[in-house]
């Protein structure tokens, strides 16, 4: 059997005018330096020497107005086979597609860069990050420390990750599987989210490792009088004024704190890390009588002792956060950072 085709000429799909199109973008050139809400007769004017001079053609204008106020303009030009969108956006905007991907991402918490921090690991990343940076440093830094980890990935075994599991676990108090499991249920993470949790936990770690390695004696260095810690005498301040009840010499200042805890009054010794110890303690020489606050009570103290910081435990750990931190606040001046769910004003200053 012989198949009839039927040779009959088909139609072209035809394509806008060259010249038109030229015009076109230039036309919407000028309209994006039209000041406007973009429904009003200065955003139509703009186009209507266009119209006049491609008569025939099916011009339509449309607008978008972001979330931030700005407007996008497209211009359709309808024919038989299609539609084509002619637009331009002036620097810095972004383009209708990308303007209308951010406004649809509804679960992305923020964005570093090209990195995203979709709103379960923003949340995630309040519970057990490091340091005392405020809430939106933090998810930046989460950000900072997830595109690190995918520029140079650090990859674990098993036996890492049910290490760090256990850490967790302890840390939590989470020394059961049914207290594991309500944490779990309370948090909304399942067994998958959980060892996730962990992994980027541990790689996080191991990235502050690998940050800080060849750093800590330099910066030991710089900054040993910080970490130097300070023994204390304190009797508590019934009066601010009149002479220090706290004698310079320390058998006296000790002799001195027996007597106060003896007459009922608060009082005793105190040994802490200078990075720690409040301002006029941490600058006191030995043997300088200050006015200060312990424990929240205001006191009279004495600086019997300041002891220079040796690289012990405690002081490496102490060095290895300062030094990752100064690395995640370079990173945030440099950053690209844009909220996609928090208030622009609140969050301009974060990250400078």
Not at 47 to 57: T, Y
Not at 118 to 124: A, I, K, Q, R
Not at 232 to 248: H, K, Q
């Amino acid at each position: 059997m012989t198949s009839t085709i039927d040779w009959t000429p088909v139609e072209q799909t035809a394509a806008p005018d060259p010249a038109m199109l030229a015009d076109a973008v230039e036309t919407m050139i000028r309209l994006s330096e039209v000041e406007g809400d973009g429904s009003g007769d200065r955003a139509a004017s703009a186009v209507a020497g266009l119209r006049s001079r491609w008569a025939d053609a099916r011009l339509d204008l449309v607008h978008d107005r972001a979330a931030d106020g700005t407007v996008s303009y497209d211009l359709l030009i309808r024919g038989a086979a299609g539609t084509v969108s002619v637009a331009f956006s002036p620097a810095p905007a972004q383009p209708w597609p990308l303007r209308g991907a951010m406004h649809y991402t509804e679960g992305t918490l923020l964005r570093v860069g090209t990195t995203r921090l979709g709103v379960g690991e923003g949340l995630g990343a309040l519970d057990y990050l490091w340091g005392d940076a405020e809430v939106l440093a933090r998810l930046i830094d989460t950000c900072v420390i997830k595109a690190e980890l995918e520029r140079a990935p650090i990859p674990l075994d098993d036996a890492q990750i049910q290490h760090a599991a256990d850490a967790f676990r302890r840390a939590k108090g989470l020394l059961d599987a049914e207290r594991t499991r309500r944490w779990l249920d309370a948090v909304g993470l399942d067994q998958d989210g959980f060892v996730e949790l962990v992994r980027h936990t541990a790689q996080a770690a191991a990235l502050r490792r690998r940050v800080t390695a060849g750093r800590i004696g330099s910066w030991l260095a710089e900054h040993r009088d910080e970490l130097a810690t300070l023994s204390v005498a304190w009797i508590a301040a019934l009066e601010t004024s009149g002479p220090a009840p706290v004698p310079a010499d320390r058998a006296a200042a000790l002799a001195a704190v027996t007597e106060a805890i003896q007459r009922g009054e608060s009082a005793g010794l105190l040994r802490l890390a200078a990075v720690d110890a409040p301002e006029e303690l941490r600058s006191a020489a030995v043997g300088e009588p200050v006015t200060t606050c312990i424990h929240g009570t205001p006191a009279h103290a004495v600086v019997l002792d300041r002891l220079p910081a040796e690289l012990d435990d405690e002081t490496r750990r102490h060095a290895e956060r300062a030094v990752f931190d100064q690395w995640l606040a370079d990173a945030r001046v440099g950053a690209d950072i844009e909220w996609c769910w928090l208030d622009a004003e609140r969050t301009a200053a974060v990250g400078v």
